[in-house]
Antibody, heavy 118, light 111 residues
Framework: QITLKESGPTLVKPTQTLTLTCTFS??????????VGWIRQPPGKALEWLAL???????RYNPSLKSRLTITKDTSKNQVVLTMTNMDPVDTGTYHC??????????WGQGTLVTVSS | QSALTQPASVSGSPGQSITISCTGS?????????VSWYQQHPGKAPKLMIY???TRPSGVSNRFSGSKSGHTASLTISGLQAEDEADYYC???????????FGTGTKVSVL
């Protein structure tokens, strides 16, 4: 059974760096073809893909946010970490991590709400 | 890479069929057979309903079907039920550097 769960701060101040952790079970991120992505959703708005990390440590970023994002993995801990620098109130939203092997996200974490406010 | 275009809302009566469109371009929807569809109920995580344009994951009702013509993908829900009331998002592979582009989202209402 594949599960994912996001963790991190619920409140960050403008200009701060956000660090979110996705802890998963039921699969290994060292298995060929497996990837974990991050997707966010501002309140009442659409989903937006942020970043993706593959089993071989290859990484992809949303071009519009690439300069602010870093995604890493710790295979031994079954974790994926996303950092986003220079946070702004427009970055407020729910951040999800999700599993993919088919260029579609088949398993999602419940999401974590991050509010950016001074 | 711009978001894929979906109608803001679609509605139907119980038992009817509805279709949600997802319009992209020759850089994404029109090139790859990698459109996926997600259902999201309020306060919940999205759920994968269709992948690779037309494939239903195990456990998803066969009332949900995907199709594509040119740059436009579609999700059809047949035999509409109250539980189908939710937001729906399409998503397409767009390039090696931009593997995922989501749609603008469609709110489905069951009248």
């Amino acid at each position: 059974q594949i599960t994912l769960k996001e963790s991190g701060p619920t409140l960050v101040k403008p200009t701060q760096t956000l660090t979110l952790t996705c802890t998963f079970s039921g699969f290994s991120l060292s298995t060929s073809g497996v990837a974990v992505g991050w997707i966010r959703q501002p309140p009442g708005k659409a989903l937006e893909w942020l970043a993706l990390i593959f089993w071989d440590d290859d990484k992809r970023y949303n071009p519009s946010l690439k300069s602010r994002l870093t995604i890493t993995k710790d295979t031994s801990k079954n974790q994926v970490v996303l950092t986003m620098t220079n946070m702004d109130p427009v970055d407020t939203g729910t951040y999800h991590c999700a599993h993919t092997t088919t260029w579609a996200f088949g398993y999602w974490g419940q999401g974590t709400l991050v509010t950016v406010s001074s | 890479q711009s978001a894929l275009t979906q109608p803001a809302s679609v509605s139907g009566s119980p038992g009817q069929s509805i279709t949600i469109s997802c319009t992209g371009s020759s850089s994404d929807v029109g090139v790859y057979n990698l459109v996926s569809w997600y259902q999201q109920h309020p306060g919940k995580a999205p759920k994968l309903m269709i992948y690779e344009d037309i494939t239903r994951p195990s456990g998803v009702s066969n009332r949900f079907s995907g199709s594509k013509s040119g740059h436009t993908a579609s999700l059809t829900i047949s035999g509409l039920q109250a539980e189908d009331e939710a937001d729906y998002y399409c998503c397409s592979y767009a390039s090696t550097n931009t593997p995922f582009v989501f749609g603008t989202g469609t709110k489905v209402s069951v009248l």
